[in-house]
């Protein structure tokens, strides 16, 4: 099993910033994708940006130019930078982690337990 554990979050007003950070219990290097979701109130889970293994990332377009993803090898982490925050920011995000698939548990993917996000003035 493969546990994710999440830090930052919580409440911030429009055009302000925060840091997620998502630290995985096993080496990085043995997870293909690390990625963060998140789920606003009655709406369905989508995807915000991606880590992959050999470096290379995607942002979703909703959030380009203001979220960035980056991974610290020593911490077995990724992080999510959020800047200029808009109220429609708000939502719980979630952690994902899919392993290569010659790591023990690779028949599942992987999430965190979800921080809240609220941008509200």
């Known amino acids: 099993q493969v546990q994710l554990v999440e830090s930052g979050g919580g409440l911030v007003q429009p055009g302000g910033s925060l840091r997620l950070s998502c630290a995985a219990s096993i080496s990085i290097f043995r997870i293909t994708t690390m990625s963060w979701y998140r789920q606003a109130p009655e709406k369905q889970r989508t995807l915000v940006a991606q880590f992959f293994i050999d470096g290379t990332t995607n942002v979703t377009d909703s959030v380009k130019g203001r979220f960035t993803i980056s991974r610290d090898n020593d911490k077995n982490a990724v992080i999510l930078q959020m800047n200029s925050l808009k109220p429609e920011d708000t939502a719980v995000y979630y952690c994902?982690?899919?392993?290569?698939?010659?790591?023990?548990?690779?028949?599942?993917?992987?999430w965190g337990q979800g921080p809240q996000v609220t941008v509200s003035s």
């Open positions: 994902y982690a899919k392993l290569l698939p010659w790591v023990a548990g690779s028949d599942k993917v992987y």
